[in-house]
Nanobody
Framework: QVQLVESGGGLVQAGGSLRLSCAAS????????MGWFRQAPGKEREFVAA????????YYADSVKGRFTISRDNAKNTVYLQMNSLKPEDTAVYYC????????????????WGRGTQVTVSS
């Protein structure tokens, strides 16, 4: 069992930056690939970014590529999402998730989810 708790969300102006953190419980954090997803009001949850267990490979949605960076610190059981050049369309609840499998660019590949943190970008 893995419990995930997101933090770092908030209100920011367009063009600004935020850094999201996701703290995981348990001693097996390094066994999981980690991902970030987001869900805007009235829309489906969508993939944002993911990182393999040993951080050697990362993946990004086209909409955030070049602006967002995912990273992890296995010693701290934490995954991060650095978000720069934020746009109003980035407004959503951001969720952290853990995957024991190989497919980490879709929701079905994840075993555990956090409760989310709200990110609001004003224009």
């Amino acid at each position: 069992q893995v419990q995930l708790v997101e933090s770092g969300g908030g209100l920011v102006q367009a063009g600004g930056s935020l850094r999201l953190s996701c703290a995981a419980s348990g001693r097996t954090f390094s066994s999981y690939a980690m991902g970030w997803f987001r869900q805007a009001p009235g829309k489906e949850r969508e993939f944002v970014a993911a990182i393999r267990r040993n951080a050697d490979t990362t993946y990004y949605a086209d909409s955030v590529k070049g602006r967002f960076t995912i990273s992890r610190d296995n010693a701290k059981n934490t995954v991060y999402l650095q978000m720069n050049s934020l746009k109003p369309e980035d407004t959503a609840v951001y969720y952290c998730a853990a995957s024991a499998g190989w497919e980490i660019r879709s929701l079905i590949g994840y075993n555990y989810w956090g409760r989310g943190t709200q990110v609001t970008v004003s224009s």
